[in-house]
Nanobody, 123 residues
Framework: QVQLVESGGGLVQAGGSRGLSCAAS????????MGWFRQAPGKDREFVAG????????QYADSVKGRFSISRDNAKNTVYLQMNSLKPEDTAVYYC????????????????WGQGTRVTVSS
């Protein structure tokens, strides 16, 4: 089992940047594909980005491609999401998740979830 704790959320102006971190407990972090999801008010949760166990394979949602970057440090048991050129529509609670799959883009493919961190982008 793995526990995930996100950090880095907050208020940012449109066009700005924000970095999120997700720290995982346990000694098997490198066994999990990792992903970021988000849920905006009144909307369904959506996939943002995923990264494979080794970090060599990455997927992004079209809405964030070219603006967001996912990375991981297996030595630190941490996955990151760097968000640039933020837009008001990026406002959401961002969740980190761990999957038994090497890489995944569907919520049902993830097995463990963090509590989320809120990002608000002001116009």
């Amino acid at each position: 089992q793995v526990q995930l704790v996100e950090s880095g959320g907050g208020l940012v102006q449109a066009g700005g940047s924000r970095g999120l971190s997700c720290a995982a407990s346990g000694r098997t972090f490198s066994s999990y594909g990792m992903g970021w999801f988000r849920q905006a008010p009144g909307k369904d949760r959506e996939f943002v980005a995923g990264i494979s166990r080794s970090g060599r394979k990455i997927q992004y949602a079209d809405s964030v491609k070219g603006r967001f970057s996912i990375s991981r440090d297996n030595a630190k048991n941490t996955v990151y999401l760097q968000m640039n050129s933020l837009k008001p529509e990026d406002t959401a609670v961002y969740y980190c998740a761990a999957s038994f799959w090497d890489i995944a883009s569907k919520g049902r493919e993830y097995d463990y979830w963090g509590q989320g961190t809120r990002v608000t982008v002001s116009s």
